[in-house]
Every structure is written in structure tokens, then in C-alpha cells.
């Protein structure tokens, strides 16, 4: 499976954004989805997933209540909204697919495959 990561820029504090992830290969929607974001000089920290089915969504405390994960694998596409954006969402953002298992589903290990990022700046 290839991610490509798409939909970053550059907004305003209180400013909205979607991230796209386009997957090609085969099994997309076997795999689980997931987001994770690298600021300069920090980890790279989890984000967001979602379960293959769609059917459980799992979200960092940080963007619970602003950001939102959803998939279409009639399209093979998973989905970022990110509102209300402020300047400590500022990062780049990456898609990762994986078959996790819930304990794991935070952990950047437990995804093996990864788009290569899409940058997103907040300004104040």
C-alpha cells in the first residue's frame, strides 16, 4: 500500500483545514488508518485513526472535539477535519496504515506503512 498525503497550507488561529490520504494497492480497506503529526524538534505524536470498517474512531486528547477522522474505501481515501486550529497544531502530518491492535492503535510502531506528509502552519 502507497500513501499520499494532501491538504496542508497555511491558516489563521481559529482556521479549518482537510487532510486527505489517497492509498493505492490492494486491501485498503483491510488495514487501519491513521494520522500522526512531527512539530519541529518534538516526536512525532499521534493524532487520530480509525478502525478498517470505520466503525471506531480513536483521537489524542490534544484534538479531541476538533479534528475529525473519517474513510471512504469505496475511494480509498482517509480523511482529516481539523477546526478551530491553533498555532500548536502547527506541524507536518502524516498518514499511516497498519493492523493495530486497540492497546497499540496509539503507537507509531504499530503502522508500516506511511505517506510522506503534508505540512500544516497556524499562525496567530
Known amino acids: 500500500v502507497q500513501l499520499q498525503a494532501s491538504g496542508g497550507g497555511s491558516v489563521q488561529t481559529g482556521g479549518s483545514l482537510r487532510l486527505s490520504c489517497a492509498a493505492s494497492g490492494s486491501s485498503f480497506s483491510g488495514y487501519g488508518m491513521a494520522w500522526f503529526r512531527q512539530a519541529p524538534g518534538k516526536e512525532r505524536e499521534f493524532v487520530a485513526a480509525i478502525r478498517a470498517n470505520g466503525g471506531t474512531r480513536y483521537y489524542a486528547d490534544s484534538v479531541k472535539g476538533r479534528f475529525t477522522i473519517s474513510r471512504d474505501n469505496a475511494k480509498n481515501i482517509v480523511y482529516l477535519q481539523m477546526i478551530s486550529l491553533n498555532p500548536e497544531d502547527t506541524a507536518v502530518y502524516y498518514c499511516?496504515?497498519?493492523?493495530?491492535?486497540?492497546?497499540?492503535?496509539?503507537?507509531?510502531?504499530?503502522?508500516?506503512?506511511w505517506g510522506q506528509g503534508t505540512l500544516v502552519t497556524v499562525s496567530s
Open positions: 499511516a496504515g497498519g493492523r493495530p491492535i486497540t492497546s497499540s492503535i496509539r503507537e507509531r510502531e504499530s503502522y508500516y506503512y
